[in-house]
């Protein structure tokens, strides 16, 4: 499959970030301080290593054979059976992925926002959108991260920043937790929030420069990292440990207690909450890409307009099964621990089976003399 190098280093950065980024800010502090109470803080950072080393993995990888995903190079590394397998249930676990995120983005809207509207509906319009924005290309696909990029970030980051004033650093002792319960359970929950860095399997092949791949990697990933590290310390330092545990969505808490300066909106739950509907939109976006696009790979297929709507009905079976919040945030943990085996463990083995075999992609050569 031919792909159009036409993605630069920083639209690279910003897909990783806008794709990480998403449903999870709201309920990532309250996984934490299950975990290691005051602690969370360092269970977030050591679960963003955790991911990082995912990333490092995936792009050297890419950078290792650069005009091929890994549903492709994967065939030529462990062979085409054993890896058409994996394939098939990391395409399952995407699917997943988009089920859970849009079942959550729906309980969020229906008891935060629009009382009176049908958890399904909610549910169904979010996976309509990602399905008819899913059927752009890989250039139209960053156009869109591109766009909503700065929606996503910046106030984000005003909002946590402003809300650092009302913290306390006596929540935050002591720094390794107070007799933390789960400190490795929390820590692989944590590093399941960065698994939207899979997206860099389909993005280094649309890369101009794939051998810049890496610094697009770690610009991507350290910003959602320290903005998800500073929301945990903000939380936490401003309602303490176990006052946390009592609330859903500790981040939507928090925005309620932040103004900005000198009264000019007195609360900023509002304006949060239209900042995370776009990056649900932008991380759905991201997983049923990869869950469509990756399909019509593995069945070799020239596009994968297909297989837009073709999932949605599965995916939406999925979504509505858990019977209630706290049953889907169970789930979640679950299949997000689980999913480490995918994007962590197997790009582990393909990349030590690449060494040991000094497996490179003869594309190597063509991309380096067309620089």
Known sequence: ??????????????????????????????????????????????GFLIGLL??????????????????????????????RGFSVLIIG???????????EFGEVVVTSVLSKTPLEVTVIVMLLLAAVSSRADITTFTYFHHFYFPIIVFPALLIVVLSLKN??????????GNEPSDMSGGILTMAALFQGSFVMTIVIPAMRRPEKAMVAGYIGMVIPGALYTLIVIATVGVFGAEEIKKLVWP????AKTTSLPANILERLDGAFLAVWV?????????????AIYFSS???RLRDHKMFAFFLVPFIYVIAMFSQNLLQLYEIIQIVGRLGLVFTVA????LFVVALIRKKKSRGDQLVAKSD
């Open 251 to 254: 981040t939507l808490e928090l």
């Open 346 to 349: 197997y790009p582990f083995v």
């Open 297 to 299: 790979q593995l069945l």
């Open 278 to 290: 776009t990056a649900v939109f932008t991380t759905l976006l991201s997983t049923y890409y990869l």
């Open 1 to 46: 499959m031919e792909h159009p190098r036409q993605i630069t280093v920083i639209q690279a950065a910003i897909i990783l970030i806008s794709t990480i980024i998403g449903v999870g800010v709201l309920a990532l502090s309250l996984f934490a301080v299950r975990a290691a109470d005051s602690g969370a803080p360092l269970v977030t950072l050591l």
């Open 93 to 103: 676990f995407f699917c997943l992925l988009t089920a859970l995120a849009s079942r």
């Open 54 to 83: 995912g990333l490092w993995l995936l792009t050297k990888l890419g950078m290792r054979f650069p005009a091929q995903s890994i549903i492709e190079y994967s065939e030529d590394l462990i062979g085409k059976w054993p890896a």
């Open 167 to 176: 913290a306390h650093v006596i929540n935050l002792l002591p720094l390794w």
